[in-house]
């Protein structure tokens, strides 16, 4: 079965970054689109940033102008570059790559746990 490898999360300081992998093994990677989602206990899990397989990323407005989705499709990997991190964006991190015409066929992976504190 597919599943995909998140890394690159850890502890920051307010106001620092990370970058975040997402390693789609596998996968014909250019024929999925790939998002970002976050939770933590007792919320909702948020979708954050989406990059099409064609076209431009989208973001959540609480992460806009802050966060960056980028994909290598060469490497298939997709980055979540998170800069000027509050505490509020503590979370688990998951990606989520789905087919482009076949959005049954998706695929998660574990997570990678960001938090921000002082």
């Known amino acids: 079965q597919v599943q995909l490898v998140e890394s690159g999360g850890g502890l920051v300081q307010p106001g620092g970054s990370l970058r975040l992998s997402c390693l789609t093994p596998?996968?014909?990677?250019?024929?999925?689109?790939v998002d970002w989602y976050r939770q933590t206990p007792g919320k909702e899990r948020e979708l954050v940033a989406s990059?099409?397989?064609?076209?431009?990323?989208t973001y959540a407005n609480s992460v806009k102008g802050r966060f960056t989705i980028s994909r290598d499709n060469a490497k298939s990997t997709v980055y979540l570059q998170i800069n000027s991190l509050k505490p509020e964006d503590t979370a688990v991190y998951y990606c989520?790559?789905?087919?482009?015409?076949?959005?049954?066929?998706?695929?998660w992976g574990q997570g990678t746990q960001v938090t921000v504190s002082s």
């Open positions: 596998g996968l014909a990677f250019p024929n999925y689109n």
């Open positions: 990059i099409p397989r064609i076209g431009a990323p």
């Open positions: 989520n790559a789905v087919h482009a015409w076949a959005s049954k066929v998706n695929y």
